[in-house]
C-alpha cells in the first residue's frame, strides 16, 4: 500500500502545487517559476533509462495538458522517447506529440522515421497505431509521406489498418486540401473493400472530402446496403445520411402518385409542398400546377414501381430502428421520413417515441424532428399522443417542445383531450411553460374552428388570473384571434379595456390599445374613454404603448372626431416632444396626415382608408413548418440555419437516372479479405448475406455445409480449438464466420512465417522475368476466387467446378495468396474488359508479375524493396527533404531533340503590353552559361505602330535558391518585328513561379514563368539494365504507381512516347518489350533521377510508373503524364 | 476557405460551479473562451438542466450532455448529426463510469491519464473508433488498487499489448479467450412504469418500459438462445447488436453471442394503456382555503393489482407550491422531510402494509396575505415489486450452444416506478 500512497502523493503533490495557479489563472496556464522548476524535473525524469520515471513524468505531463497548461516547452525531453519501448509511455508520448507538433514542426519532424518504421511493423496493431499517430500530425512538410503511407495502408491486408488509412484521409485533406484527387482515388479503393470494418470509415472519408462525388457510390451500394446492418453503429449513421442523399439523387418519389390520386384542397398542398419546399406562395402554386400536369403525363405514360434498389434500401435499414443507438435510429427515421412512401412512414414513429425515455439531451433533438415531421405526417404520430404528455419533472425546454408536438396533432377528434391536457398545464408554476402553452391554445383556436369559442372563452378566463404574465400572453393571443371575427366579440373587447387599470406588461396594453382602436366602432362609448385615461398616464408608458396610443387617437379621431379632437391633439402634442425620436416622427407624420391643413395633399382624404383598412387576421403558424428542407437529424434542422458543411438534400429527380449504373460487374467484386478457401463455398452463398440475415429459410443445408467446413478448417488451421466444435450445434452460422477470422488471426503470425520462407527461397530468381511459380500461383488463385467472386450477383458463372476441385490440393497456398491476390485483382480488373477468357487473362497476369514483383509474400508491400526502404528510412529525414542526390555524376547529359512541336506561354499579351507581345516556350536545349539553369526562349512581338526600346528583366522576385540569368538587353524592336532571346532560370527543381519584370524604355510589366514539373528535368541516355538497376533503388515511398486508361488515340508505343516526351523532357530508354515504354532523366538543378516506365495492356489499360528521389517531382509528373495519356 | 472539420474538435468538461476543469483537442486546440457562450447559457438557464444541448457560437457550435452534475460539452466546427454527438457523450460517461465506478469531478481528475488514454481509443480525429466497453477494456485496463500497487512497483502499465481480436472478428462486441471458473449468466428483467394520473384517479396515460440487463460470464465462445412465454408482449424492442435480428423477426426468440460481464441485452416496451395495470394507489386531499394562511394535507397510499408481491421502497416527493412557509404533517410510518428553501417534499415510506395503510396527514402554514396557490402540487411516486414483472412478460428458457461446459443460469424480475406522477 506504500508504493500506491506514493503514487497517489504524486498526482496529489501535482495537483496542490497546480490549485493555486488554476484558480489565479485558469485559462492560459501560464508559466510561473515554480513551473519551471518542475519542468526541470520532468526534464530529468524523461531523461532517465527508467521506464517507471519516464511513465511517471509523462503521466504528469498528459495530467498538465488535461488542465489546459501549456507543456510545450517540453517538447524535445518528450519527443525522444517516441520510440521507448513501453507501450504506455510510447502512447502517451503520441498523445503529447499530436497536441504539439503544430507549434513544434522542426522537431516533430525527427519522430517521422520512427512512425516510418512503426508502417513497416508485422504487428497491425503498430502499424495501423503508428498511422493513426503520423496522420494526427499537423506539419505541412510531411504530406507527402502521409500520402504514400495511406495509399499503403489503404492496401493493407489487415482491415484494421485499412480503417486506419480511412480515417487518416480526412486528417490530410484538412491539412493540405491540394491532395484531393490523390485522396479520392484511395477513398474510391477503400469503397470497394468489403469488409464491414472500413465501411463505415470510408464513407465518413467520402463525406468529408468528396461528398459531391456521387458517382463513386454507384458500385457500392448495393453492397454497402448489404453490409450496412453489421458495420459498428457510428459507420452506420454516417452511411445512412450518406445513402439518404444518393437516393434522392437516383431514385424517383415514391409519393409522386398518389399525390395525384388523393383530391381534397389541403391534402394537394400537403403532398405539393413535399416535392418543393421553400417557394413562394404564387410561384408555389403555380409550380405545383405544372408540376401536377408533368406529373399526370408520367402517370398516364406508366405507373410508379419502385427501383429495387431504393426498396433494397429501406429494406436493410429497418432492422435498424431498433437499434440502442438514439443516432442510428434518427438517421434511419429520417431515411424513411425523406424517401419512404408514404404509407411506409409510420414505422418510424414508434421507435422515435421510444427515444424520448432516454436522456433529457436525446429527447430535445427527437422532439425537435417530430415536431417538423407531425406537421407533414399528423397521422405518424396520432397513436402516441399520449407520450407526449408533459409531466410537471420535465425541463421547459421539453415542455415546450411537447406542447409543439401536441399542438401539431391536435385536430377535431382529440382537441377536446387536448385542451383538457392543456387546461392542467396553465397551472403550473413554470411561468415560460404557461406562456407556451397559451399560445399553443391559440394556435389549435385559429386551427380547428369547432374549438374557437371554446378557446377564446377559456382564454377570457385566464384574464381575470393573479399572474400578470399569464394575462399578457393572454391578452396577445386574444387579440390574434379576435381579429378573425371580432362582430360577435365586443363584448370581450370592453372586459379587456378594462383591464388596461391593470396590466402593467407593455406588449398587452399595446395589445389592447390596438383591438379598441380597430373595433372603436364595436365599441363607441368606451373608446373615447380608454384614450382619456391614456393621455394621462402618456408620459409614464413604455415606448410600444406609447406608439399605439398615437394610433387608437388617431383612428378616434378618424371615426369620432367630435369627442375626441382635443384628446388627440393633446396626445400628439405630448408625443412631439417625446425623447424618444419614432415616438415623435410618428407624431408629426399622422398630425400632417389626418388633421386637414391647407398644405396637406391628397392623402388626408385617404386617411380614414390608410388607418382603418381591414387587416388580414395573423396567421398562428408552427416555428416547425417547412423545416424539413433542412435533412431531419441533421443540426441545421435542429438550428434551423444552414450550418458548415451541410449538404443540401436534393430534391427528386424528374425521371430517374440510369439504374443500370449500379450493376457490378462479376470482376469487380472483390472478395472478402481473410477468407480461408475450404470454406468458400460457404461464402459463396453467404457473401452477400450479413450478419443478422444469415438464419432461417436455408439453414437446413447451410448448416450442414458450415459445419463441415468449419471442422475441416479448424484441422487445417492447426488451432484444434473450442471453436470447431461450435459449429456443429448452431443454428447460425455468423458464429463461424466469427471464429474463421479468428483462425485468420492465428493463421496470420504462421503465414508470415511461411512468407519469409518463401521469400528466401525465391530472392534468386531475378525480378524483372515473370516467375513461374508466383505466376502459377495467380493461376491457381484466380481460379479459386472466381467462385468467390461470383457471389449472388453474379450473371457468368463460366467457372467449371472440375477446374476449383482439381486446384484443391494446393490449396493452403492459394489461401494464403488469395489476399494479396484481391490486391491484384483490384489492379488489373479495371484493365480488364469483363467478358474475356480466362486464359488469357493468365497470360497477362504472368507477364504483370515483373511489376508486382514479390507483392504476394509478404504483408509489407514488397519485400525487394524493403532494403532500399529501410536504407531510406534509416536516414535522417534532414538529408531526405534535401533532396540528396546519389547519380549526380554518374550520369552525363545528353542532348535529345526535343519533339517538334513545343508548347509556347503567353508572357505578355499584346493589349496589356501596350502593343508588345511576349510568348515563351522551354527550348529544352541545355543553358550553356549554366548547366543549371532550365532554358526559355523567350519571343518578343512589336505589333505597335512605334518600336520598343531597351527590352531588359529587372527586379526578380524569386523565391530562395532560385536564380535567374537575364537575357542581354535588346536595344530596339522595330514596329512589326519579332525577336526570340534565350533566358535561364534554375527553378531550384520546384515549380514555383519565377517573378520577375519586363521593361521596356518607357513601362514596367510584371510577369512570372511557371514551368511545367515536366520542364525542370533534361533527358539523360541509360541502358536497360542501368534503368533496372537505379528503378531499383528508388522503390518504396520514392515510387508511384498509377493505374490508367490511354485514351483511344494514344494507344500504341509511338502514340504514348510522343506523349510523354511531349509532357515531360526525358529521354526514351530502349527496352526489350513493345508492351513497355521506359524514359529517364534528370532534374535540372540537383540532379536526381527521373525514372518513368508506362506498361501497356490490352484495351488501353496502362500502368504509369514514376521513381524519383523527389517525391514531389514525382507526384506531380505523375499527374502530368497521367493527363497527358488521358485526354 | 473554410475546412471540413466535422465530428468533434474537442471536449470541455465544466463542473456544477462552471470551472473547466479538463479539456481534450482532437484537432488544432480551440481556446477555451469557446465555453463563455456556454457559461451564458448556463446563466440564462433557470435550472441545470436547461441549457440547450446545442448552443450555435460564431465559429463552432456546443453540444453538450448533463450527467453527475458534470456537462460535457464538445466542440464542433460544421454539419453533424446532433444525435451523433450527443450519443456519443452519454457512451463516453457510461465507459467512465464502467471503469471507475462513478463518473464524479474527483474520480476524473484521479485517473486523468486514463481519461485521456480512453478518449484517444474512443475518438480518432473527432469520429469514434472504438466504443464498446469489451474492445476498450483490452486496450486499456481498468484501474484498481491492485494495478495500481502493482503498477507502481513493476513499472508495468494498463495498456494492453495485442489489438482486441474483437475488433477485427465479426462479434467486436466479445473478447476472446474469455475464462472462467465458474460459468454463470444472470439475466434482470426490470420494468419501470410511466404514468401520469389525474385528480380522480383515473389513468390519463401509463406505459411500461423494460430492460433485461444481462451478467454474463461465460468461457469461451457461448451462443445463447432466449425464449419467452409470451413474446407478443413486446412492442417495440431495440437490441443490443449481438442479437440476430432476423430469428427475432422470424421466432420472436433472442439468439446472440453475448459480451463478456454486464451488458443490456434489450429494452422494450409496452404501450397499449388498458394492459397495464397501475400497482398503486393514491388517495390525496390538498387543500389551500382562499384568505386563510393554513392548508390541509392529506394523503393515503394502498396497494392495487400487484398480483400478491408486496410494494417496496416507496418513496413520495411533491413540489410544494411557492407560497407554503412550512408543513406540519405526521406520517403513520417512515419518515417525511420538507425543505422550506426548495419547497420540496420528501417522505420515505418503505413498505405498504396492505392491512394497515400508510398515510401522512397535516396542516401546511402559508405565507400570511399570499393568495391561494393556483395549482395542486404533482406527487411524484418510487415504488419496486420484487419478483414481478408487470407486464408479465415471462422468460422461457435460455439455452447455450456452442461450449460444452453446464453453466449457472439465473432470472430476476423487478418492476419500478419510472415517471409516475399523480396529478392533484
Known amino acids: 500500500m506504500s508504493a500506491s500512497s506514493a503514487f497517489n502523493d504524486e498526482k496529489g503533490g501535482s495537483s496542490n502545487v497546480g490549485e493555486p495557479e488554476y484558480g489565479h489563472d485558469p485559462a492560459s496556464g501560464g508559466i510561473f517559476s515554480s513551473d519551471y522548476k518542475r519542468h526541470d524535473d520532468l526534464k530529468e525524469m524523461l531523461d532517465s533509462n527508467k521506464d517507471s520515471l519516464k511513465l511517471e513524468a509523462m503521466k504528469r505531463i498528459v495530467a498538465m495538458i488535461a488542465r489546459g497548461k501549456n507543456a510545450s516547452d517540453l517538447f524535445p525531453a518528450v519527443v525522444k522517447n517516441v520510440a521507448c519501448k513501453n507501450i504506455e509511455v510510447k502512447k502517451l508520448v503520441y498523445v503529447y506529440l499530436v497536441r504539439y507538433a503544430e507549434e513544434q514542426q522542426d522537431l516533430a519532424l525527427l519522430s517521422i522515421s520512427t512512425f516510418q518504421r512503426g508502417l513497416k511493423d508485422p504487428n497491425q496493431l503498430i502499424r495501423a497505431s503508428a498511422l493513426r499517430v503520423l496522420s494526427s500530425i499537423r506539419v505541412t512538410i510531411i504530406v507527402p509521406i502521409m500520402m504514400l503511407a495511406i495509399k499503403e495502408a489503404a492496401s493493407d491486408m489487415s482491415p484494421y489498418v485499412r480503417k486506419t488509412a480511412a480515417h487518416a484521409i480526412p486528417k490530410l485533406y484538412s491539412l493540405d486540401p491540394e491532395q484531393k484527387d490523390c485522396l479520392i482515388e484511395v477513398i474510391e479503393k477503400l469503397l470497394a473493400d468489403k469488409t464491414t470494418l472500413v465501411a463505415g470509415s470510408v464513407v465518413m472519408a467520402f463525406e468529408e472530402v468528396c461528398p459531391e462525388r456521387i458517382d463513386l457510390i454507384h458500385k457500392n451500394y448495393r453492397k454497402l446496403c448489404n453490409l450496412l446492418i453489421d458495420v459498428e453503429e457510428w459507420g452506420q449513421v454516417v452511411i445512412i445520411n450518406m445513402l439518404t442523399r444518393y437516393a434522392r439523387t437516383q431514385f424517383l418519389n415514391p409519393n409522386m402518385n398518389e399525390s395525384l390520386l388523393e383530391e381534397g384542397g389541403g391534402e394537394k398542398a400537403f403532398y405539393g409542398s413535399d416535392n418543393d419546399d421553400d417557394t413562394d406562395d404564387e410561384e408555389d402554386k403555380e409550380e405545383k400546377e405544372k408540376k401536377k400536369t408533368e406529373a399526370t403525363a408520367i402517370v398516364k405514360r406508366k405507373p410508379y414501381v419502385m427501383d429495387p434498389d431504393h426498396r433494397l434500401l429501406l429494406r436493410n435499414t429497418k432492422p435498424l430502428l431498433q437499434s440502442r443507438n438514439a443516432a442510428v435510429v434518427m438517421a434511419v427515421a429520417q431515411l424513411y421520413f425523406h424517401l419512404a412512401p408514404k404509407a411506409e412512414v409510420g414505422v418510424i414513429a414508434k421507435a422515435l417515441v421510444r427515444l424520448m425515455r432516454s436522456h433529457s439531451e436525446v429527447q430535445y433533438v427527437v422532439l425537435q424532428n417530430v415536431a417538423t415531421m407531425s406537421i407533414k405526417r399528423r397521422g405518424m404520430f396520432e397513436p402516441y399522443l399520449k407520450s407526449f404528455y408533459i409531466r410537471s419533472t420535465d425541463p421547459t425546454q421539453i415542455k415546450v417542445l411537447k406542447l409543439e408536438v401536441l399542438t401539431n396533432l391536435a385536430n377535431e377528434t382529440n382537441i377536446s383531450t387536448i385542451l383538457r391536457e392543456f387546461q392542467t398545464y396553465i397551472k403550473s408554476n413554470d411561468k415560460d411553460f404557461v406562456a407556451a402553452t397559451i399560445q399553443a391554445i391559440g394556435r389549435c383556436a385559429t386551427n380547428i374552428g369547432e374549438v374557437r369559442d371554446t378557446c377564446l372563452n377559456g382564454l377570457v378566463q385566464l384574464l381575470s388570473n393573479r399572474d400578470e404574465l399569464v394575462v399578457a400572453e393572454s391578452v396577445v393571443v386574444i387579440k390574434k384571434l379576435l381579429q378573425m371575427q371580432p362582430e360577435q366579440h365586443s363584448d370581450i373587447i370592453k372586459h379587456m379595456a378594462k383591464l388596461t387599470d391593470n396590466i402593467q406588461v407593455p406588449m398587452a396594453r399595446a395589445s389592447i390599445l390596438w383591438l379598441i382602436g380597430e373595433y372603436c366602432e364595436h365599441v363607441p362609448k368606451i373608446a373615447p374613454d380608454v384614450l382619456r385615461k391614456m393621455a394621462k398616464t402618456f408620459t409614464n408608458e413604455e415606448d410600444i404603448v406609447k406608439l399605439q396610443i398615437i394610433n387608437l387617437a388617431a383612428k378616434l379621431y378618424l371615426t369620432n372626431s367630435k369627442q375626441t379632437k382635443l384628446l388627440t391633439q393633446y396626445v400628439l402634442n405630448l408625443a412631439k416632444y417625446d425623447q424618444n425620436y419614432d415616438i415623435r416622427d410618428r407624431a408629426r407624420f399622422i398630425r400632417q396626415l389626418i388633421v386637414p391643413t391647407d398644405k396637406s395633399g391628397a392623402l388626408s382624404k385617404y386617411a380614414k382608408k390608410l388607418f382603418l383598412a381591414l387587416k388580414p387576421a395573423p396567421v398562428l403558424e408552427s416555428p416547425f413548418k417547412d423545416r424539413d428542407h433542412f435533412q431531419l437529424g441533421s443540426l441545421s434542422h435542429l438550428l434551423n440555419a444552414k450550418a458548415g458543411g451541410y449538404q443540401v438534400l436534393p430534391d427528386w429527380p424528374e425521371a430517374a437516372p440510369d439504374p443500370s449504373v449500379r450493376n457490378v460487374e462479376v470482376k469487380e467484386s472483390v472478395p472478402e479479405w481473410t477468407k480461408c478457401s475450404s470454406r468458400e463455398k460457404r461464402k459463396e452463398k453467404k457473401a452477400d448475406k450479413p450478419f443478422y440475415s444469415d438464419s432461417e429459410g436455408e439453414s437446413g443445408p447451410t448448416e450442414s455445409a458450415d459445419s463441415a467446413s468449419d471442422t475441416a478448417s479448424g484441422s487445417e488451421s492447426g488451432s484444434g480449438s473450442e471453436e470447431s466444435g461450435s459449429g456443429s450445434e448452431s443454428e447460425e452460422s455468423n458464429e463461424e464466420s466469427e471464429s474463421a477470422s479468428e483462425e485468420d488471426e492465428e493463421e496470420e503470425g504462421k503465414k508470415k512465417k511461411k512468407n519469409v520462407e518463401k521469400i528466401k527461397a525465391r530472392k534468386p530468381v531475378p525480378e524483372s522475368e515473370s516467375e513461374p511459380s508466383s505466376g502459377e500461383d495467380v493461376k491457381k488463385s484466380e481460379k479459386k476466387s472466381k467462385p468467390r467472386i461470383g457471389s449472388s450477383e453474379s450473371e457468368s458463372e463460366e467457372d467449371d467446378d472440375s477446374e476449383s476441385e482439381s486446384s484443391e490440393s494446393e490449396e493452403e497456398e492459394s489461401e494464403e495468396e488469395s489476399e494479396e491476390e484481391t490486391k491484384k485483382k483490384k489492379k488489373t480488373t479495371a484493365s480488364k474488359p469483363p467478358s474475356k477468357p480466362p486464359k488469357k487473362e493468365n497470360k497477362k497476369e504472368k507477364k504483370e508479375m515483373s511489376l508486382l514483383d514479390f507483392d504476394d509474400f509478404d504483408p509489407a508491400p514488397s519485400p525487394s524493396q524493403v532494403t532500399p526502404l529501410n536504407n531510406f528510412l534509416s536516414s535522417s529525414l534532414v538529408t531526405d527533404l534535401e533532396g540528396l542526390s546519389l547519380t549526380d555524376n554518374v550520369l552525363s547529359p545528353t542532348t535529345i531533340i526535343p519533339s517538334g512541336n513545343l508548347k509556347t506561354y503567353e508572357l505578355l499579351h499584346r493589349i496589356t503590353g501596350e502593343g508588345l507581345s511576349v510568348e515563351y516556350c522551354f527550348s529544352r536545349q541545355p543553358f550553356s552559361p549554366d548547366p543549371h539553369m532550365v532554358a526559355v526562349k523567350i519571343q518578343f512581338t512589336n505589333s505597335a505602330t512605334s518600336e520598343a526600346k531597351s527590352l531588359h528583366v529587372e527586379d526578380a522576385k524569386l523565391q530562395s535558391g532560385m536564380r535567374i540569368k537575364e537575357f542581354p538587353e535588346i536595344e530596339v524592336l522595330p514596329a512589326g518585328e519579332t525577336i526570340s532571346v534565350v533566358m535561364g532560370i534554375d527553378f531550384c527543381d520546384s515549380t514555383q513561379a519565377a517573378n520577375f519584370q519586363l521593361c521596356t524604355h518607357t513601362r514596367k510589366f510584371f510577369v512570372s514563368i511557371q514551368p511545367p514539373v515536366g520542364e525542370l528535368m533534361m533527358p539523360i541516355f541509360m541502358t536497360e539494365n542501368e534503368f533496372k538497376k537505379e528503378q531499383g533503388q528508388l522503390m518504396g515511398m520514392n515510387e508511384i504507381t498509377e493505374k490508367l486508361t490511354l485514351e483511344e488515340k494514344c494507344q500504341g508505343e509511338h502514340a504514348v512516347v510522343q506523349r510523354v516526351t511531349t509532357a515531360a523532357n526525358l529521354s526514351r530508354v530502349p527496352c526489350g518489350s513493345d508492351k513497355e515504354c521506359r524514359f529517364a532523366g534528370k532534374t535540372v538543378t540537383s540532379g536526381s533521377l527521373v525514372l518513368v516506365s508506362v506498361v501497356t495492356k490490352e484495351d488501353g489499360a496502362a500502368q504509369l510508373t514514376v521513381n524519383c528521389e523527389k517525391m514531389v517531382i514525382g507526384t506531380m509528373l505523375v499527374k502530368d503524364i497521367h493527363q497527358a495519356l488521358t485526354q | ?424
Open chain 2, 1 to 424: 476557405m473554410q475546412l471540413p472539420a466535422k465530428m468533434i474538435h474537442s471536449l470541455f468538461l465544466v463542473n456544477s460551479s462552471g470551472d473547466i476543469f479538463l479539456e481534450k483537442h482532437w484537432k488544432s486546440v480551440v481556446s477555451r473562451s469557446v465555453c463563455d457562450y456556454f457559461f451564458e447559457a448556463q446563466e440564462r438557464a433557470s435550472e441545470p438542466e436547461n441549457v440547450p444541448p446545442v448552443i450555435p457560437t460564431p465559429h463552432h457550435y456546443l453540444i453538450s450532455v448533463l450527467r453527475h452534475r458534470i456537462y460535457f460539452v464538445a466542440v464542433i466546427q460544421s454539419e453533424v448529426p446532433p444525435l451523433f454527438v450527443i450519443e456519443f457523450l452519454h457512451r463516453v460517461v457510461d465507459t467512465f463510469q464502467d471503469y471507475f465506478g462513478v463518473c464524479t469531478e474527483a474520480a476524473i481528475k484521479d485517473n486523468v491519464v486514463v481519461v485521456y488514454e480512453l478518449l484517444e481509443e474512443m475518438l480518432d480525429n473527432g469520429f469514434p473508433l472504438a466504443t464498446e466497453s469489451n474492445i476498450l477494456k483490452e486496450l486499456i485496463k481498468p484501474p484498481t488498487i491492485l494495478r495500481t500497487v502493482v503498477n507502481t512497483i513493476t513499472g508495468s502499465t494498463n495498456v494492453g499489448e495485442q489489438l482486441p481480436t474483437g475488433q477485427l472478428s465479426v462479434v467486436p462486441w466479445r473478447r476472446t479467450g474469455v475464462k472462467y471458473t465458474n460459468n454463470e449468466a444472470y439475466f434482470d428483467v426490470v420494468e419501470e412504469i410511466d404514468a401520469i394520473i389525474d385528480k380522480s384517479g383515473s389513468t390519463i396515460t401509463a406505459e411500461i418500459q423494460g430492460v433485461i440487463d444481462a451478467c454474463v460470464k461465460l468461457t469461451g465462445m457461448p451462443d445463447l438462445t432466449l425464449s419467452f412465454m409470451n413474446p407478443r408482449l413486446l412492442d417495440d424492442v431495440s437490441f443490443h447488436p449481438c442479437v440476430r435480428f432476423k430469428r427475432w423477426e422470424a421466432e420472436r426468440i433472442l439468439s446472440f453471442i453475448p459480451p463478456d460481464g454486464n451488458f443490456r441485452l434489450l429494452s422494450y416496451h409496452v404501450s397499449c394503456q388498458n394492459l397495464v395495470a397501475i400497482p398503486v394507489y393514491v388517495k390525496h386531499n390538498i387543500t389551500f382555503r382562499e384568505g386563510s394562511s393554513q392548508g390541509r394535507f392529506e394523503l393515503t397510499l394502498g396497494p392495487k393489482q400487484t398480483m400478491g408481491k408486496g410494494l417496496e421502497a416507496v418513496l413520495i416527493s411533491s413540489q410544494l407550491p411557492r407560497g407554503v412557509l412550512n408543513t406540519n404533517l405526521n406520517p403513520s410510518q417512515g419518515t417525511y422531510n420538507f425543505d422550506p428553501v426548495t419547497k420540496l417534499l420528501s417522505w420515505d415510506v418503505g413498505k405498504i402494509n396492505p392491512q394497515k395503510l400508510p398515510s401522512l396527514k397535516g396542516s401546511m402554514s402559508l405565507q400570511a396575505g399570499a393568495s391561494k396557490p393556483d395549482e395542486n402540487p404533482t406527487i411524484n411516486i418510487q415504488f419496486k415489486i420484487q419478483q414481478s414483472a408487470l407486464s408479465g412478460l415471462k422468460v422461457n428458457r435460455l439455452d447455450m450452444y456452442g461450449e460444452k461446459y453446464k453453466p449457472f443460469k439465473g432470472i430476476k424480475y423487478m418492476t419500478k416506478a419510472g415517471k409516475f406522477q399523480v396529478r392533484t
